[in-house]
């Protein structure tokens, strides 16, 4: 009984920190209404396997071992779910063609305008369905350069579709 109460304190006290963990943008987004359910579950696992005498640092260790899950449950998921093509990805950016031979010609001539990198990083993320991080393994670089090419390179595909 002692237990049961013990966590149900835990759980009221630290409902903030996973709402939030669960909430920030990234994770939301690819977890969806999923995301404050996993990071539940981790919060609880973590717990059941805590077994540390120092309590001052738990909200500190909770904070990064969520983080550190639930970012790596996104990128699990992101494997799962890659998208399929570079037109889905510019359609959810916003894009909207007009018809899919006009949008074909227009792609191939924005393509053309990119940087040799962002057109290399486009390539393994959308036509050889590459993770980012495999991506930055081929390219040499951090994950994190491969995401600011391809949001840059995605950035002025649909500037330039929506300039033609």
Not at 38 to 52: Q, S
Not at 58 to 82: T, W
Not at 97 to 106: E, G, H, Q, V, Y
Not at 144 to 159: D, G, P
């Amino acid at each position: 009984m002692q237990d049961a109460d013990a966590l149900s304190k835990l759980c009221t006290a630290f409902t903030p920190l996973i709402l939030k963990e669960a909430h920030y943008p990234s994770v939301f987004d690819a977890l969806g209404e999923d995301a404050v359910n996993t990071a539940w579950v981790i919060f609880l696992e973590f717990i059941k396997k805590y077994n540390g005498r120092d309590f001052r640092h738990l909200p500190g260790l909770i904070q990064c071992h969520l983080r550190y899950e639930l970012l790596h449950s996104v990128i699990k998921q992101n494997h799962r779910s890659k998208e399929t093509s570079l037109e889905n990805a510019l359609l959810q950016l916003g894009y909207s063609p007009i018809d899919k031979t006009t949008f074909s010609l227009a792609l191939q001539q924005a393509l053309s305008q990119l940087s040799s990198k962002e057109q290399l990083v486009l390539h393994y993320c959308y036509e050889a369905n590459l993770s980012q991080q495999e991506a930055a393994a081929k390219l040499g670089c951090s994950a994190r350069s491969v995401r600011r090419y391809l949001t840059m390179a995605l950035a002025k595909l649909k500037q330039q579709l929506n300039n033609s």
